[in-house]
């Protein structure tokens, strides 16, 4: 099975540029960070999802809605407490919940949540190599560009040697996955060994992988023909600027 | 083109020669075999020849003179072979670098600077040629292992390199596959140098060369398949076929001709050994399972029907991708969540429970399994996970040490053994727990002759105390070897359950589960339609005249 979210589709998403798809990026994370109105923020994430529909990525927000859905819930409780405003609303001891608190921990929820969706669909849409590729686009070395994605293809090598080694033990009855929290963690134990073991055997190989297909920093490659920046590419990016900018503007105001 | 003369190269100055006085000269366009047991040499004389080392593994001690277009390999920098010669590793998982198989095999020559569309041209070609254009878009982690090693192979020869040298690169493919990677190498413009432990694919090749301890000590034309005795003595094994005709012989008539004129047939004997022997009560009962991957658009199985029975040595066979490591993963519990079907284990449904220690899995790569600082604790984890006396535990393992013959290593650290003692000790620490039935996926892979034979006689001896066997593979000389029945698989649906006999005889069914008979068992059909399916039985009904 595949670890990252990534899937090849034949979807609008799908086909634009990874240079719009990086440059889209920085503006969605824009339009999160800069919304400071609830409904807003609300009607950004019901378009994100809408986005996931229509580049039949659902899958991704199926595999990450338990953990995002956790992450809002936690930053909304944090914040409550946390919130330190003027005008006390509740208190019992220690604990004091001011007035305002619960817009401004909705708020900074939704904008989390926002910021992961928003990544979670770029990760959706895009391949490892779109994003090394975009960053060569843009001029950036080739070696520091394959750097960047190298991190990303290096998860799948712990992933793979992680899932191969916990089968393994599964079958001879040492199943992390069983359990309370304690016996889960000394279950795990006895996978670290051969986990660090093979990733750094994997890594050395990978090393000498890359040098063995003509890989060297200095290298300089030829993308062209294989990506076209067309007209939807440059209305999407200036939509995407337009939003950025009336959010920009709305906090501002 | 290459030169090797007295090369000798050890890895530590403690260590023992890895490569001991090898001489070797290669001329462009030579198609060379180089055939050698476990730890004979063979991966670092691949690694010299492609540059590695000294270039990139450079910390050895390297004695004599390694040229290449007259000039030492020392005197060169790495980057100046890039694009001449290109090595497939013996991991060569670990030397896939991009996530889909397009990406991956454009990724060379963009490297040495051509363009998209020139890389992407060469690729489209070369898997149409493959027969893997239908891979190019899918993301390698959803690959099956022979996908993968196809894809590895191909991504090396997209930069059309003037050298290929292949490390053991038909380990995970099956037999179709087998035949169209050597049919496509033998197209291979350049030289071509390929590593493996047998002589079996020595059609493909002008030259074989047999590698022991660290030198060539043999070598010729495609006649030294042939050479018995030598090829024993270096622990490789003729083929079957060669072993029964008494040589090499050029064609499968030509074998024929020189057994039917050496041999007398006996018919009685035959009959005997083919006769259907009482088939014992199932241990597994698998019906109507159906499994898919999470994500994945289509079933890996779909509506599976079949029996282990108690006691029995079962083969699986099919092609790359067709479902036998799930099907298996699936009843030793491992894939516990499948969507369809049901599985019984002495008649009691098991659905998600299968508990450990009734089915053993013993895994393709001993390395995904051993985790221990010492073999005896390795043998020892399972039986302390389940809270095992400590006296017990010690009894146990040290008498299943004793059968493994790894008594000697018991204070070792396993990763410091060869691949057939690491495959011995992961064995060794599934069986400790003396599952009834034992599951080995692709037991024989990446073990020459001598630790195959070794390994084989252990599990052919616990079967005969009783122990129900069942083994993954796509060789169809160790499916022959194994036991009485086979089960194969295709497009993740079972199209034969029975007899191994009826399922080779049947040429329909050997082509729709996709696997091919052996050279021996092609023989004796020729000879008089009685298929024997090893050098055992033929030796059994063929008496000298």
Known sequence: ?253 | MIELSALKYKYKNNLSYALNGVNLSINSGEKILIAGKNGAGKTTLSKILAGIIPLLEGHGAMEGEALYNSRPYSGYIYGELRGKISLLFQDFEGQIVSTTVKEELVFYPMNLGRTYGESLGAAKGLAADFGISGLLDRNIAELSGGEKQKTAILSLMTARPEILILDEPLTDLDPYSQEAALEMIKNFKGTLIVFEQSVDCYEYFDRILIMKDGALISGGGKETAGEVLSLDESGIGAPEIFRAAGGYFPSLKSACGAIEKNYIFDAEKYSRMSAEKISPAAIIQVKNLSFAYPGAPENALSGVSFEIKKGEFLAVVGANGSGKTTLMKIIAGIYPDFSGGEIYYNGVSIRRQMAPGRAGYVYQNPDNQIFSETVFDEIAFALRVKGAAESGVREKVNAIMKTFGLTDCSGADPFSLPKGDRQKVACASVLVTEPQVIILDEPTTGLDRNSYDALMEIIRDLNSRGRTIVAITHSMEAAAGFGDRILALSGGRVVYEGDKKKFFRDGALVKAANVKPTGLMEASMELNGNILLNYGEFAQCWRKK
């Open chain 1, 1 to 253: 099975m595949s670890y990252f979210f990534y899937k090849k589709q034949d979807t609008f998403l799908h086909r634009l540029d990874p240079r719009t798809k990086i440059v889209s990026l920085l503006l969605l994370f824009t339009i999160a960070a800069a919304t400071r109105e609830i409904y807003i923020q609300i009607v950004f994430m019901l378009s994100l999802i809408a986005l996931f529909f229509a580049s039949r990525s659902t899958g991704s927000l199926r595999r990450m809605g338990t953990l995002f859905g956790t992450i809002a819930f936690m930053t909304f409780i944090l914040w409550l407490f946390f919130y330190d405003g003027r005008v006390k609303m509740f208190s019992a001891g220690p604990v004091v919940i001011y007035k305002g608190a619960f817009y401004f921990s909705a708020l900074f929820a939704l904008r989390f949540v926002n910021l992961l969706l928003s990544g979670l669909l770029f990760l959706s849409v895009a391949s490892i190599e779109d994003f090394s590729d975009s960053l060569v686009l843009f001029g950036v070395p080739y070696g520091v560009a394959f750097t960047f994605s190298l991190s990303f293809r290096l998860v799948t090598v712990f992933a793979t040697a992680g899932s191969a080694i916990v089968e393994a033990q599964k079958v001879r009855g040492n199943d992390p996955d069983r359990g309370g929290i304690l016996s889960r963690i000394r279950s795990y134990v006895p996978l670290l060994i051969p986990l660090i073991i093979n990733g750094i055997k994997k890594a050395e190989i990978l090393t000498l992988a890359l040098e063995s297909k003509g890989f060297s920093p200095g290298n300089k490659i030829n993308l062209k023909g294989k990506y076209k920046f067309t007209a939807y590419d440059a209305l999407v990016i200036c939509a995407m600027f337009a939003l950025s900018a009336a959010a920009i503007a709305a906090a501002l105001a």
